[in-house]
């Protein structure tokens, strides 16, 4: 199967160490198919699909040119939700907000991707980190999601992002192939 590239804003050890532990406390509550490793707990900015060698360098150059002009911010994440059907989620996530900056980086980043021949996401952009995929549970799932703990607000600087590859048959399974810091 063929590897498969994103864009994202990956996590501080600290902060993925916070959503493990709270990860562990709702397990028992919430029964996923497959709980995401920490180490691969990042925000996504802009999902590429598959690339060639080429089109790997012109990105890569092309998200350097944002890097370079781009400069840190503080980002807050916290609060768990889910996509998908109440019954049936698809997805549980931990939230992170939409901040004026993060929309103006992940905008850019979108804009320069669709200029390379990308395809453009159709919907809305909503910030989050996944940490578990495809309700199994036979219980209802608003039953056990009432029983969840909270996870807290937290903040962290921003001062890059990186272009990370998948394999899809390893644990952790994304592999950081370029780290773009912000030069502003």
Avoid at 6 to 14: I, K, M, Q, S
Avoid at 162 to 171: D, F, I, P, R, S
Wanted: hydrophobic share 35%; aromatic share 14%; charged share 25%.
């Amino acid at each position: 199967m063929d590897s498969h590239y994103f864009l994202a804003l990956p996590l501080p050890v600290e902060e993925k160490r916070r959503i493990t532990r709270w990860k562990e406390e709702a397990k028992p509550y919430l029964s996923f198919k497959k709980w995401v490793h920490e180490k691969d707990y990042h925000i996504t900015l802009f999902f590429l699909g598959s690339m060639n060698s080429h089109q790997v360098k012109k990105i890569s150059e092309a998200m350097s040119n944002i890097a370079a002009i781009a400069s840190p911010f503080i980002i807050s994440g916290g609060g768990v939700g889910y996509f998908g059907r109440a019954d049936t989620p698809k997805v549980c996530w931990v939230g992170s907000r939409l901040t004026p900056r993060l929309a103006e980086i992940q905008a850019q980043i979108s804009a320069k991707c669709v200029e390379h021949g990308f395809n453009e996401e159709k919907r809305q952009y909503r910030p989050h980190i996944t940490i578990a995929r495809k309700w199994t549970g036979d219980n209802s799932f608003q039953k056990q999601w009432e029983n969840v703990p909270e996870l807290y607000d937290f903040d962290w600087e921003i001062d890059h992002f990186v272009l990370y590859k998948t394999h899809l048959n390893q644990e952790p399974k994304y592999e950081v192939l370029e780290r773009f810091s912000f030069g502003g």
